[in-house]
């Protein structure tokens, strides 16, 4: 019988607990270099410093990535945020008092970490206002929209100049230009730019439910998970890199 859902690379994940397979290690492997950072800031705003916090991540998609946190995961509550952030929880809480630190070049390195980038991203965010769960949620929540900005641009077909300066009328967060301007900067007109945009913003759109549902184990659950997504980065928009 056909699958009632279209498969994603959570629901591959799922359908493949327990047991070897290339497609499943891929998809989950290629899913914890997308979100990342939302583990390493989690860290961070729990009080671990750039080192520990670095050393942790590896450490937690090194069990993870190993299959050893994927068999309590519940079926019916198939979302890769929800299961990270639970798993990163609990992994967190069973730390021995100095936690054990990865020793470089022993042991295989299962996700790559952009350090440099890593702790300048996370000294962006407000964490000052937010606590680790909160800074966990926006990230992600951001992460989702970059990775569907990204797909947008490759889509287009853009020059990156251009296209950037497209973008700033597609979400609403980027520091406000108006048409003429943007218009005027294209050389183009003002009625070919909103026409443009409006065709961007429905593929972006697009893009972004479908960034979202690899997450999902459910594709019912996309539209939930993109309110909730929406709900947890509005609040903090303007503060955004």
Known sequence: MASRFPTTQWSVVLAARGEAGTEANDALAALCRAYWFSTYAFIRRHGHDADAARDLTQEFFTELLAGRLLQPVD???????????ASLENFLS??????????????????????????GRYRRE????????????????????????????????????????????LTGVEPHQSYR????????????????VHRLRRDYGRLLRAEIAETLADPAELDAEL???????????????
């Open 94 to 119: 069973h730390q021995r008092e100095k936690a054990r630190a990865l020793k470089r070049g022993g042991g295989t390195v299962t996700i790559s970490l952009d350090e440099r980038d890593a702790e």
């Open 181 to 196: 301007e943007t218009a005027a900067e294209l050389g183009i007109s003002e009625g070919a730019l909103k026409t443009a």
């Open 126 to 169: 407000p964490v000052e206002r937010l606590t680790p769960e909160q800074v966990f949620e926006r990230r992600w929540g951001l992460t989702v929209m970059e990775r569907a900005m990204e797909r947008l641009e490759a889509e287009s077909g853009q020059p990156a100049t251009h296209f950037e300066r497209l973008r700033r009328h």
């Open 227 to 241: 309110r909730h997504l929406l709900a947890v980065i509005q609040p903090w928009a303007g503060g955004a890199e």
């Open 75 to 85: 079926r019916s509550k198939g979302r890769f945020r929800a299961f990270l952030l």
